[in-house]
């Protein structure tokens, strides 16, 4: 039986970064004989593994929560991003496509399209991202992802319409409701297509929201180093 008081104190190691503590407590539980066929507690040891960057034992614990649980696209979708993190695309693919099927979630159709181009197989990503951007046009990152794959495909000014009609998002989304990760997005977005000037008005913003954040003043450094080349 899970006892939920240590799953928490797990929770609480992995919040403050002590992940090997935190898969220590996993790995106690799961040696209880009742404990072994929790599915649960396989993917809390696979995420404090992901996060302790040991990425095949994470891979292990996923597949055996999987095969556990293999109507839960959740964990399918947890073992299809381990498996992208070690480069193993094609099988990744595969786990995103059996959660696809299972849930209704835009994230796994995403990835599996993510899969495809990192596979190098651009028109078969272009599909996937074509047919999702027509189901949720609002959506800033297909678009990113779809403009990346018509550049490599050399369709260069469908690509740069792509990227324009992400940009456009992502400044509606910065208006409506700022956010610091949504100004990064924004700047990156203009620096693709090398709008410099409007990249480190996008980056001022995020240092505005996250001062505290030693990234967005690199990035802002470096966006008002190439404005100024340029």
């Avoid at 299972?102 to 990503?125: P, S, T, V």
Wanted: charged share 25%; proline share 3%.
């Amino acid at each position: 039986m899970t006892h939920p008081v240590s799953v928490q104190t797990a929770e609480h190691l992995t919040a403050e970064r002590k992940y090997a503590d935190a898969a220590d407590i996993y790995r106690s539980l799961l040696e209880n004989a009742e404990n072994k066929t929790d599915a649960a507690l396989w993917c809390g040891l696979g995420r404090v593994l992901m996060q302790d960057q040991q990425f095949y034992d994470a891979i292990d614990a996923f597949t055996t929560a999987a095969g556990l649980a293999p109507e839960n696209p959740e964990i399918m979708a947890a073992l299809g991003d381990a498996l992208a993190t070690v480069h193993e695309y094609e099988e990744a693919k595969l786990w995103f496509e059996k959660a696809a099927s299972l849930a209704d979630n835009i994230r796994y159709q995403f990835r599996a399209g993510d899969m495809l181009a990192y596979l190098g197989k651009y028109d078969e990503a272009l599909v996937y991202y074509t047919l999702l951007s027509s189901k949720y046009p609002d959506n800033a990152d297909l678009l990113r992802n779809k403009g990346k794959v018509l550049h490599h495909l050399g369709r260069t000014t469908d690509a740069m319409n792509t990227i324009l009609a992400e940009i456009q998002l992502r400044k509606d989304m910065v208006e409506k409701s700022p956010d610091d990760r949504c100004y990064v997005k924004l700047a990156v977005a203009y620096k693709r297509i090398g709008l410099w000037q409007e990249a480190e008005e996008a980056y001022a913003g995020a240092v505005s929201l996250a001062p505290e954040n030693p990234e967005y003043h690199m990035c802002l450094g470096s966006a008002r180093g190439m404005n100024n080349r340029t």
